[in-house]
């Protein structure tokens, strides 16, 4: 019999930590091939904020829309997209997600519903309104998730995609990560009122602020949220208290720069998303310690096989330089 906590079955919560697992493995060896030079696309790493990609993408279908950001590779992993082809894309392969032609930062994986990223802050918000839009039209019961960080809520096309979806009751949740930086930039820098969630309040949606580092805290709000949309009665915006460990761009920390300390640093570790399911995984049996350690090894052997498959892969040909490029006339 399949034991549960808070809602959710212990094949559920092993899931969601295997996925958080590939996440943070998959994340680490590319910070480790960055800092080599052998992958010198710029990669905004994910590191610390696996619990938010999870637990949104676990209440969402294969045909559900999700539009992410330039720190694109936990929802792509977390939608159940294709590791080889993520690698491969870094490494600017034929064989990648965006045929070696996006980078790190313009990813698309359709067939799992991964719609694509975008390096332009805010960028990708109107593109979630207007698939959204589309099911709305189309009469389908599809969701539309637009991912951003506390940054995007500076620019002004946020607060017109909340507008109109709002006003139209589109199927969309709006998931705002706030890691607390907006490129180097603290969160209190930037916004004379930091309460993101409240926003909500100006379009009359549901604003929620959640623990961005529990996944299944993150997952219940989402699924809710997923809920409301697909059942017509419109948006959500989610905003999720959350910390990245790396720096803005690239695998180091940024201590040495000045802008933040070890201690705060430590802080958030200590309140990491992977350690605190593990510790519920554990306290409630779901999981013992050498079932983690075997997950954790064939999660590094799927990295292992994606950076083998990404290195024996071709690059594109020069011939090939203006395929996939469009002249509108």
Not at 46 to 51: L, R
Not at 218 to 228: E, L, N, Y
Request: charged share 25%.
């Amino acid at each position: 019999m399949t034991e549960r906590t808070e809602h959710l079955s212990s094949n559920e919560l092993r899931t969601m930590y295997k996925s958080m697992l590939r996440i943070r493995l998959f994340e680490e060896k590319v910070g480790d091939l960055v800092r080599k030079n052998e992958i010198i696309c710029p990669c905004h790493l994910y590191i610390g904020q696996e619990a938010i990609a999870t637990g949104v993408c676990a209440a969402l279908r294969t045909d559900d829309y999700v539009f992410s950001t330039h720190r694109s590779h936990g929802h792509y992993i977390a939608k159940g997209c294709n590791l080889d082809a993520l690698m491969a894309e870094l490494y600017g392969k034929v064989t990648g997600c965006s045929k070696g032609r996006g980078g790190s930062m313009h990813l698309s994986f359709p067939e799992m519903g991964f719609i694509g990223s975008s390096a332009i802050v805010a960028g990708s918000i109107p593109l979630a309104v207007g698939a959204a839009l589309s099911f709305s039209i189309r009469k389908t019961d599809n969701v539309s998730v637009a991912f951003f960080g506390d940054g995007a809520t500076n620019e002004g096309v946020w607060y017109e995609s909340l507008n109109f979806a709002a006003l139209k009751k589109l199927p969309i949740v709006f998931v705002c990560e706030n890691n607390l930086y907006s490129t180097h930039v603290h969160i209190s820098d930037h916004l004379a009122d930091t309460d993101i969630r409240k926003k909500a309040e100006i379009f009359r949606i549901p604003g929620i602020q959640v623990d961005g580092n529990d996944v299944t805290e993150v997952f219940k709000v989402a699924k809710k949220a997923v809920d409301t949309a697909r059942q017509g009665e419109g948006p959500t915006l989610i905003e999720c208290m959350t910390y990245r460990w790396r720096g803005h761009v690239g695998p180091n920390d940024d201590l040495n720069t000045g802008l933040r300390s070890k201690e705060e640093l430590a802080f958030w570790k200590e309140k990491g998303p992977i350690k605190r399911l593990e510790k519920k995984l554990l306290g409630n049996h779901f999981l013992s310690k050498s079932e983690m350690l075997s997950i954790r090894s064939e999660i590094e052997k799927e990295v292992a096989e994606s950076l083998k498959f990404a290195k024996n892969s071709p690059f594109p040909q020069e011939e090939s330089l203006l395929d996939y490029v469009f002249k509108v006339s």
